[in-house]
């Protein structure tokens, strides 16, 4: 007798998608889940994605549990995990930097400003043309990101850059550097976050 498909993967240009069934038990899901992940395991290795669970909405324990199954049967590095809840998408940050001590700036860098700190950093504000902005650790800008960001700066390849709109000058994780195209800088777009993988920055979007 063939088994229902309660848990299916799809890669998408966003990452990693998790389809599940919206009436199958959570014990029969956590199984056909260990059992997937095992027989891919290969196709997992050392991924470094964000990851969508769809479908159903999860408790935190729950979440957890999924997740535990994850990362003890595959290499994959999850930078992000979106969840469906009642009300809307949740967006959590799973790197190991999200430990940093973070500092919440608010209020807009102007052309000239810079703002440095030994953590991450928030800014609820825009990082116009000529500012720029460097943290130890991650860096989110709830706003547009215009002038110029360097994250890890001290050498941290695992840190990220998000920005609600991403149009920067240059962005700079540890030690690598990258710019941005002038298409890339222009009309609407989703929150983005850039990362490092295979010794190159890779800007994905969040939504």
Same mark, same amino acid.
């Given at each position: 007798m063939n088994q229902k498909n309660y848990v299916i993967f799809k890669g998408t240009k966003d990452g990693?998608?998790?389809?599940? +069934? %919206? +009436?199958a038990p959570f014990d029969e899901i956590c199984e056909q889940l260990r059992q997937k992940v095992e027989e891919a395991g290969k196709f997992f290795d050392n991924v470094k994605t964000s990851l969508a669970f769809k479908g159903r909405e999860f408790s935190e324990e729950e979440e957890k549990t999924l997740l535990?199954?994850? !990362? &003890?049967?595959?290499?994959? @590095?999850i930078t992000?995990? $979106? !969840? +469906? !809840?009642?009300?809307?998408?949740?967006?959590t940050n799973l790197l190991e930097e999200d430990t940093h001590?973070?500092?919440?700036? @608010?209020?807009?860098? @102007?052309?000239?400003? @810079?703002?440095? =700190?030994?953590?991450?950093l928030v800014v609820l504000g825009d990082i116009n043309p000529g500012a720029e902005i460097k943290a130890t650790g991650n860096i989110i800008v709830l706003g547009q990101l215009r002038g110029m960001a360097h994250a890890g700066c001290q050498g941290t390849a695992e840190a990220f850059i998000a920005a609600v709109?991403?149009?920067?000058?240059?962005?700079?994780? %540890?030690?690598?550097? !990258?710019?941005?195209? +002038? &298409?890339?800088k222009k009309g609407e $777009?989703?929150? &983005?976050? %850039? =990362?490092?993988?295979?010794?190159?920055? =890779?800007?994905?979007?969040?939504?």
């Open positions: 990693v998608t998790v389809l599940f +069934d %919206a +009436d535990q199954i994850i !990362t &003890e049967n595959t290499t994959m @590095r992000f995990l $979106k !969840t +469906d !809840t009642s009300a809307g998408q949740k967006l001590i973070t500092k919440y700036h @608010r209020g807009s860098l @102007r052309n000239g400003q @810079r703002l440095e =700190f030994d953590g991450s709109y991403m149009a920067p000058v240059q962005l700079r994780i %540890a030690d690598i550097i !990258t710019r941005f195209p +002038d &298409e890339n $777009k989703p929150a &983005e976050y %850039a =990362f490092v993988q295979d010794g190159q920055i =890779f800007v994905m979007p969040l939504s």
